[in-house]
């Protein structure tokens, strides 16, 4: 089979993160600024590679203040590190899904990372385009990345958790 390109059709997908706050609640984050894309030689994706970039200064929390200390050196520092990178090792069907590891770049500090991966399966839409969509989800240590401003609670306990869960809804598009 001949290698296929996919990429991503930013109008349907979504890429979350969510930390938690005070060690009570959860913060949901975005990024509206990302793109990815896909190459696979088979069908059903497996030993696919994937890319991913995501624009630091497009984070959204809801809250322009938090967004902008997330952005600032305390966290992302984007003025310096302006894209968060992925770029997959693997790509392995697991029953009806799929584990996605590859290496995580955030502050110029690149580890690596596995996510779950399921598939949604594809579709031709209402234009004649090929589409094909997968959820993914999993979690990383943010202060691996350089991402290590805190405060400690006086009841114990500190501001921000180190795990970061990422979720994402990503659609893809066959390019010819």
Known sequence: MATTKWTLDPAHSELQFKVKHLMITTVTGSFNDFTAELTTD???FEH???????GVDSVDTGNGDRDGHLKSGD???ADEFPSITFES??????????KLAGNLTIKDITKPVT?????????TDLYGQNKAGFSISGKFNRTDFGL??????ETGGVVVS?????LGELQFIKQA
């Open 48 to 54: 696919a590679a994937v890319t991913f970039k995501a």
């Open 115 to 123: 996510l779950d991966v399921k598939f949604g399966g594809t579709v």
């Open 89 to 98: 090792t693997s790509f392995k069907k697991e029953g009806g899904d799929y």
């Open 75 to 77: 966290f992302f520092n």
């Open 42 to 44: 088979s069908e059903d």
């Open 162 to 166: 180190e795990d970061v869960k990422i």
């Open 148 to 153: 290590t401003w805190n405060a400690a609670l």
